[in-house]
């Protein structure tokens, strides 16, 4: 069983920058995709980002603000937030998808979550 933590939020004005980290135990998740959403309040869960066996896919909203990167030696997950806006404001969860595969945007086809990290981001 694959466990996600991750780290790295916090308070940050608008324009700033955060990176967060997801570190994964119980499996070596260097073959399977991983990605980013958040939750914002009152909002449904939505896409980041994701890295996965056939490249690298973000959601038109953080696209050329957001990278997606993964250590595999250190078996984590990164997320470089520049450019923050107050709508980035959320909790940002890390997931992992499939082995080999391209999970997509739909949150249903990732299988294990992290507890989330707040971030928000003032005006």
């Known amino acids: 069983q694959v466990q996600l933590v991750e780290s790295g939020g916090g308070l940050v004005q608008a324009g700033g920058s955060l990176r967060l980290s997801c570190l994964a135990s119980?499996?070596?998740?260097?073959?399977?995709?991983m990605g980013w959403f958040r939750q914002a309040p009152g909002k449904e869960r939505e896409f980041v980002a994701d890295?996965?066996?056939?490249?690298?896919y973000y959601a038109d909203s953080v696209r050329g603000r957001f990278s997606i990167s993964r250590d595999n030696a250190k078996n984590t997950l990164y997320l470089q937030m520049n450019s923050l806006k107050p709508e980035d404001t959320a909790v940002y969860y890390c997931?992992?998808?499939?082995?080999?595969?391209?999970?997509?945007?739909?949150?249903?086809?990732?299988?294990?979550w992290g507890q989330g990290t707040q971030v928000t981001v003032s005006s």
């Open positions: 997931a992992t998808g499939p082995r080999f595969g391209s999970p997509g945007s739909d949150p249903r086809t990732f299988d294990s």
């Open positions: 119980g499996r070596t998740m260097s073959t399977y995709a």
């Open positions: 890295i996965n066996w056939f490249g690298e």
